[in-house]
């Protein structure tokens, strides 16, 4: 399967704890996103990278949530110190380069987090 | 500012009817992209069809169906003869052209296909 890979697919946290996420994009696609989705939502758009640079941070994306995409290839979300707001599914995106006309994104099957 | 509304949260018909679910959007840009997306209950957006500002033609797709309306600024869905497999909730999405590069989700209306 050459399609957007999350790992872990559940994460069960306490309170205070820190987690890392983890996405594998499409091969060759250099556009990458990061959403939120809690219950009943539509998802919510976190961060955004073109190649390794984060381009946009949504202000969703408070001082404890840091994302990295050190090689332009896979992509790492940490939520520091996580708290029980942060209990959601966390998805991954991405997207191949605009070639003058604009593209979908592709979903991974998301991250469930619980803070308990 | 760019916006996507679904106002329909929850809708159910009888398997075989034909259901529309709404979509109205929001933008200042003349270009712009609208996107439909199902997520079946495992989780996962499976990206249905995209659509350009520039090209109001509509589409059809089996039993799916687009229709888009710039005067309006809708962009619509049709199932027709309903299926239970089409039972999800379906987002539609938008993404404009010259800013961020970030797709705007609507909340999402949750169809319920009844056997």
């Known amino acids: 399967d050459t399609g957007v890979s999350q790992d872990p697919r559940h994460k069960i946290t306490k309170r205070g704890q820190n987690v890392t996420f983890r996405c594998d994009p499409i091969?060759?696609?250099?556009?990458l996103y990061w959403y939120r989705q809690t219950l009943g939502q539509g998802p919510e758009f976190l961060t955004y990278?073109?190649?390794?640079?984060?381009?946009?941070k949504s202000r969703l994306l408070s001082d404890r949530f840091s994302a990295e995409r050190p090689k332009g290839s896979f992509s790492t979300l940490e939520i520091q110190r996580t708290e029980q707001g942060d209990s959601a599914m966390y998805l991954c995106?991405?997207?191949?380069?605009?070639?003058?006309?604009?593209?979908?994104?592709?979903f991974g099957q998301g991250t469930r987090l619980t803070v308990v | 500012a760019q916006k996507v509304t679904q106002a329909q949260t929850e809708i159910s018909v009888v398997e075989k009817e034909d259901v529309t679910l709404d979509c109205v959007y929001e933008t200042r840009d003349t270009t712009y992209y609208l996107f439909w997306y199902k997520q079946p209950p495992s989780g996962e957006l499976v990206f249905l069809i995209r659509r350009n500002s520039f090209d109001e033609q509509n589409e059809i797709s089996g039993r799916y169906s687009w229709n888009f309306q710039k005067s309006t600024s809708s962009f619509n869905f049709t199932i027709t003869a309903s299926q239970v497999v089409d039972s999800a909730v379906y987002f539609c999405a938008l993404r404009q052209e010259n800013r961020d590069d970030k797709i705007i989700f609507g909340k999402g209306t949750r169809l319920h296909i009844l056997p």
């Open positions: 995106a991405s997207s191949p380069p605009n070639r003058g006309m604009n593209t979908e994104a592709f």
């Open positions: 990278f073109q190649n390794e640079a984060q381009l946009e």
């Open positions: 091969s060759e696609h250099n556009r």
